[in-house]
């Protein structure tokens, strides 16, 4: 009878095929196609820009109800406020430390390069550089009350980031009072969170439509000529950004998580494939989210350190600013001193968190930044305006990998971050659902105490 139990016992399920693969094989083509599209028919090129626009905004439109759910299941699942108000903290604290170190970085690097002598500004590029002003820039006071929607609806139809996050503090901290009267408005959200993920898997496939687009235009419109002629700031901020991701980061990775910084990266590979392709890091958040979580951090440290450091963690802007500014002030004939520059920067560093939500944030921040401390500046915008979008690249590459690294070093330092599963994770054990985006039977609130008894039951 023993001898036949393996014969009559069922078969375990086979594994689902993952198909997933084939999509970003699929935008790898697709970049390759934009590109030779974009030097071959520039008009056609720059033509093709709405297939780009259009996928953004597909996974935009996913940004807010996710950041909704995953922030409201995490905080009202905690038993004590004290703990999310500590992540917070320690979030815009660490935030703020980075956001200086990334300017410090460009000044040295924008300091020995010099790369604006010699260049000459006509009055077309004057008046381009005076176009890129944007009137969507808000001043500190107007930006923190830009934070409160107008009703608790218009946080979602708005697409504004940090009114979500707001909304949904709200409602989270008002669940976890309510105890467990609250448990079937988690569930509930529970599901609406699944439902959504589901969706964003699905407009997923759209991707390569969308690099090939973006890619395309991106090409088209700045040509070969605009990238000759300022290689050495393009390739002097990429090389500053690697340094900054690599080093800074790899460092800090390493001695607060005991993380090797490629191990990391190899494991969001498809997030930096997605950004490069699209020259957005928002397209990927959603999906940032769901793998922090997936990685083993809790989902208050990522509900509340992804969107927020998606406006006040901006590594990648922070030396763009840095190094356009030097390079426009030396192009004009009328280079900075360092006591002139630290307070141009420091008036950067604040404006830049006025623009979080504005189309093409870098740029315009940059142009409305200098109009407001120092207009003569402005002239020079006009010169970066035409490789702008592929140094954007750069920023949002930065900019991502920042986010990421910082949620795993907030995790360590709350203790919210399950290390065994990290490295469960890295190895390639335990495998991202990608068909789902979640962890399908997983409870997210893992802190309900039910989960335990669960636990218990399955190990009798």
């Known amino acids: 009878m023993a001898a036949s139990t393996p014969d009559t016992a069922p078969a375990a399920p086979a594994p689902k095929r993952d198909r997933t693969h084939y999509l970003y094989i699929a935008v790898i083509v697709a970049v390759a196609l934009g590109i030779a599209v974009g ?12 297939l780009g626009t259009g996928f953004v905004n597909l996974i ?40 200086l170190v990334a300017l410090t970085i460009g000044l040295v ?16 590029i004057k008046a381009s550089g005076h176009d890129q002003v944007s009137a969507d820039a808000l001043p500190p006071v ?19 980031v940090l009114q979500t996050l707001l909304i949904a503090l709200l409602a989270g901290f008002a669940l976890q009072a309510m105890g467990s009267t609250g448990k079937p408005i988690l569930r509930g959200i529970e599901h609406i969170q699944r439902l959504v993920f589901r969706i964003l898997a699905m407009v997923m496939w759209a991707a390569p439509i969308g690099a090939f687009g973006a890619i395309a235009a991106v090409v088209g419109s700045a040509g070969v000529d605009a990238l000759k002629s300022l290689a ?16 800074v980061l790899g460092v800090m990775l390493r001695a607060v998580a005991g993380l090797n910084i490629f191990t990391l990266f190899k494991y969001l590979a498809r997030e930096f494939l997605l950004i490069l392709s699209t020259s957005s890091s928002e397209s990927a958040l959603p999906r940032l989210i769901a793998k922090m979580e997936h990685l083993g951090v809790s989902k208050p440290v990522v509900g509340i350190t992804v969107p927020t450091g998606y406006s006040f963690n901006l590594d990648g802007t922070m030396i763009y600013m840095t190094m356009a500014s030097l390079y426009i002030a030396d192009a004009l004939g009328t280079p900075m001193s360092i006591g002139e520059q630290i307070p141009l920067l420091l008036f950067l560093l604040l404006a830049s968190k006025g623009a979080a939500g504005v189309s093409g944030a870098g740029l315009a921040t940059l142009a409305g930044g200098l109009q407001s401390h120092k207009p003569a500046l402005v002239d020079g915008v006009g010169l970066i305006v035409g490789i702008d979008r592929f140094m954007s690249e750069a920023r949002a590459l930065t900019n991502f990998a920042g986010n990421a690294v910082a949620t795993v070093l907030i995790g360590t330092w709350t203790k919210e971050i399950d290390k065994v599963r990290v490295r469960q994770v890295l190895a390639g054990e335990l495998p991202f659902d990608e068909t789902t985006l979640l ?22």
Not at 439 to 460: F, M, N, R, T, W
Request: hydrophobic share 50%.
């Open 39 to 50: 030097l071959i028919w520039p008009d056609a090129g720059v033509a093709l820009k709405p």
């Open 60 to 99: 935009k439109m996913m940004i807010s109800p996710i950041i909704f759910c995953t922030i409201v299941l995490g905080i009202g699942s905690v038993r004590k406020a004290a703990k999310v108000g500590a992540v917070g903290g320690i979030a815009l604290g660490y935030f703020l430390v980075m956001s």
């Open 109 to 124: 690097v924008g300091n020995i390069l010099h790369p604006g002598d010699g260049l000459h500004i006509t009055n077309a």
């Open 142 to 160: 107007d930006f923190v009350l830009s934070i409160i929607p107008l009703t608790f609806v218009s946080a979602f139809t708005e697409g504004q």
């Open 232 to 247: 050495v700031l393009m390739l002097g901020f990429y090389v500053t950004c690697a340094l900054f991701v690599f080093i």
């Open 439 to 460: 962890d399908e039977g997983v409870q997210p609130h893992a802190e309900i105490p039910e989960q335990g008894g669960e636990k218990e039951l399955a190990k009798a």
